[in-house]
């Protein structure tokens, strides 16, 4: 397993050991003392998959009192993942972070609390799947407007279809107080 450290503090890239021969491959996707070894000790209280077609973007969502990290995977497919710093008192707030995952390398992303997360899918459709150290409670979520210029994501679409909800998310500057840690 190689481990890679991202300019976010915190946010790690995992590239696990796959073993792959005429059949498929065989890879673990957790195993909770090598992930404590590597700093990752949270208890994983949900599991959630994803399914998009091309051009979906899902985001940029947190959980506001009962912040969530996360582990994520594209199972199938590839994903543009992006996670921005919204600690206030971060030496990278504001600044994001994104990489391609793709279903045929397993990498996976480990984000700790703070953060706000969101990704596009840009092959024909993925399957996406996370890890949540906490419960996902809608009355507890919050979201950051994903073409929010103060933080400047590039994405890879322009027009992305979003759900009604997320077309209508904040930027950082319209946040309520009390949304930053």
């Given at each position: 397993m190689k481990i890679t450290t991202t300019p976010l503090e915190g946010v790690i890239v995992i590239e696990p050991d796959m073993f792959e021969d005429n059949r498929g491959f065989f890879l673990e996707t957790f195993h909770q003392q090598k992930y404590k070894e590597m700093g990752i000790d949270r208890q994983w209280v949900q599991d959630n998959v994803s399914f998009s077609m091309k051009g979906v973007l899902r985001g940029l969502h947190f959980q506001v009192k009962k912040p969530q990290a996360k582990l994520v995977q594209a199972l199938q497919g590839e994903i543009y993942d992006v996670v921005v710093d919204l600690r206030r008192d971060s030496p990278t707030f504001k600044k994001s972070f994104s990489i391609l995952l793709t279903g045929t390398c397993m990498t996976q992303?480990?984000?700790?609390?703070?953060?706000?997360?969101?990704?596009?899918?840009?092959?024909?459709?993925?399957?996406?799947?996370?890890?949540?150290?906490?419960?996902?409670?809608?009355?507890?979520?919050?979201?950051?407007?994903?073409?929010?210029?103060?933080?400047?994501?590039?994405?890879?679409?322009?027009?992305?279809?979003?759900?009604?909800?997320?077309?209508?998310?904040?930027?950082?500057?319209?946040?309520?107080?009390?949304?930053?840690?």
């Amino acid at each position: 397993m190689k481990i890679t450290t991202t300019p976010l503090e915190g946010v790690i890239v995992i590239e696990p050991d796959m073993f792959e021969d005429n059949r498929g491959f065989f890879l673990e996707t957790f195993h909770q003392q090598k992930y404590k070894e590597m700093g990752i000790d949270r208890q994983w209280v949900q599991d959630n998959v994803s399914f998009s077609m091309k051009g979906v973007l899902r985001g940029l969502h947190f959980q506001v009192k009962k912040p969530q990290a996360k582990l994520v995977q594209a199972l199938q497919g590839e994903i543009y993942d992006v996670v921005v710093d919204l600690r206030r008192d971060s030496p990278t707030f504001k600044k994001s972070f994104s990489i391609l995952l793709t279903g045929t390398c397993m990498t996976q992303m480990f984000i700790p609390e703070g953060f706000a997360h969101g990704y596009c899918v840009i092959s024909k459709n993925a399957l996406f799947a996370y890890k949540c150290s906490e419960f996902y409670s809608p009355s507890d979520e919050g979201g950051l407007l994903w073409s929010d210029p103060e933080i400047g994501i590039e994405w890879p679409f322009f027009n992305p279809i979003l759900s009604p909800k997320d077309q209508k998310l904040p930027r950082l500057s319209e946040f309520p107080e009390n949304w930053l840690a």
